[in-house]
């Protein structure tokens, strides 16, 4: 169902008018515009590199604009800081979580801002103040749990529960739904539509199309730092925002399958984790040119799989076998070695160094074919390979020396890949590829997948996202609690059926 657009008593709230931002080698904001209105929801649309983050950014005292002016109810604002922004009832739900992980769940959301009992902690109020915003938002989480033992999807519904404890007048939120199963999702949306009865105006960034034209009222786009068009959605088209977002029509969401899955290249038996809850009993082959998917809820141990493969989760039993060729993987170095890679989930605490640039990030995980005589680096193949990785994965980047955290996350998750390519791997697993990335890099993304496939590597896929799984994969392997539901062709299987398989151990 497509959202109305703004209640008759919405007012504007937010106003930001040709805002500028250039970054060294780079103009990331052109003039740019945006404007909030208060019962509504507000899609943020663009590719990555667009500019969005940017722009929210320079609101939320992240950045400091170059020019232009922000409105926000009726008085110019330039917050220094985000606790500023928060402060006057800006409130941000970031895509990369940036919670404390060593602390427990009440010490996040009250973080720099402690209720006291005289000069103490008042730790009795943080609980009760915590469960209550938890109770109305029907969010079953212990609040004195450690951040830590949580799930991805649990981190972020406190980074949500976060900001809606500020009573904010606008919410930020930048993919939120990216690490959120389907009954997550349609929870979230639930918190949203309170937020909008309450009068706030939600700016919502996603790549979703569909949670875009469900919850949202109006839509603007930006290309390449510039405002293209501000629209609303009850008179838009998908088509209609993927050709403003772009540039050019995108005539179709998948690349036409052309790889062709030959003999058995990977071999796995019982596989059980040591640390339980986790995997158990988990058998299946892989084929070279093969794409198999893994599907299955949020908590059904998708994850564990490839961790237990690349020997970062300890094995408790059985084999893996490449080639015939039985591989221990104790360690994830052990692992690359013997021609296996992981693009993990979490991007930001697992996949890159954020501090540092695009070519170490780029290289990190094949230092040892840039050393030449007498053990020292090759400059011209380190830059050789770094503009490969540049070049092929289509990373919109100044330069190589580029700190690869000044990228959007798109951008850095295309330098992960290619990262992982350049060590040439027989297997290469991708945990949420597409995660946080615009449908245009998507299609990239699918294409190299599959050129892949072609080359007769074997490629293991998790996703949520169904469309995508049975848009690229050959086989899907559903996953239930630990353990394989089943295993089904994804040319003879359908939505129903993987969902069905994926509640059999619940």
């Not at 979580?97 to 103490?120: A, C, E, H, S, T």
């Amino acid at each position: 169902m497509t959202a109305q657009i703004q209640n008759q008593d919405s007012q504007v709230l937010l106003t930001m008018t040709n805002v500028s931002k250039s970054f060294p080698g780079v103009k990331a904001l052109d003039k740019a515009n945006l404007t909030v209105r208060s019962h509504s929801v507000h899609a943020l649309m663009g590719e990555n590199g667009a500019g969005k983050s940017t722009l929210l950014k320079c609101l939320f005292g992240i950045y400091a604009k170059d020019e232009g002016e922000i409105l926000f109810l009726d008085k110019p604002v330039n917050f220094k800081t985000s606790k500023e922004a928060l402060e006057n009832g800006i409130s941000m739900v970031h895509q990369e979580l940036n919670l404390v992980r060593q602390r427990n769940v009440m010490d996040n959301l009250w973080l720099g801002r402690y209720p006291l009992k005289g000069i103490f902690v008042d730790h009795t109020k943080m609980y009760n103040d915590t469960k209550a915003i938890f109770d109305e938002l029907d969010i079953d989480i212990d609040p004195r749990e450690k951040v830590a033992n949580l799930s991805v999807s649990q981190m972020q519904m406190i980074e949500i529960a976060k900001a809606f404890s500020y009573h904010a007048k606008i919410v930020i939120m930048d993919e939120p739904t990216s690490s959120l199963s389907e009954k997550e999702v349609e929870h979230l949306f639930k918190i949203i539509a309170k937020l909008k009865d309450r009068g706030c105006g939600i700016i919502y960034i996603s790549h979703k199309m569909d949670e875009i034209f469900k919850i949202c009222d109006e839509i603007t786009i930006l290309r390449d730092g510039k405002w293209i068009n501000t629209v609303a959605v009850k008179d838009s088209t998908m088509d209609s925002i993927v050709a403003m977002m772009v540039g050019r029509e995108l005539t179709q969401r998948f690349p036409p399958k052309s790889n062709e899955p030959k003999e058995v290249i990977l071999e796995v038996e019982n596989l059980t984790a040591l640390n339980q809850p986790s995997i158990k009993d988990v058998s299946f082959e892989l084929r070279k040119g093969e794409i198999l998917g893994i599907a299955g809820l949020v908590g059904a141990k998708r994850t564990d799989i490839v961790e237990t493969i690349f020997g970062v989760r300890e094995r408790k039993s059985g084999t893996v076998k490449l080639n015939g060729k039985i591989m221990r993987n104790h360690t994830a170095l052990e692992a690359i070695n013997n021609g296996f890679a992981l693009v993990t989930e979490e991007r930001r605490s697992t996949g890159i160094y954020s501090n540092l640039n695009i070519e170490f990030n780029s290289l990190i995980s094949n230092m040892k074919s840039y050393l030449g005589r007498f053990g020292l680096l090759s400059s011209a193949k380190m830059k050789s390979d770094t503009q490969w990785v540049i070049d092929s994965m289509n990373v919109k980047t100044p330069s190589h020396k580029t700190t690869i955290g000044s990228l959007s996350g798109g951008n850095q998750q295309k330098v992960v890949i290619g990262r992982w390519l350049l060590t040439q791997p027989e297997i290469l697993m991708l945990d949420e590829p597409t995660r946080g990335i615009d449908i245009g890099a998507k299609y990239e993304i699918y294409q190299l997948i599959m050129e892949l496939a072609k080359k007769d590597k074997g490629i293991i896929m998790i996703s949520s996202e169904m469309p995508e799984l049975l848009g690229v994969t050959d086989r899907i392997l559903v996953m239930s609690n630990g353990r394989v539901a089943g295993i089904v062709e994804t040319a003879k299987t359908s939505q129903e059926e993987i969902l069905q398989l994926a509640a059999k151990y619940l």
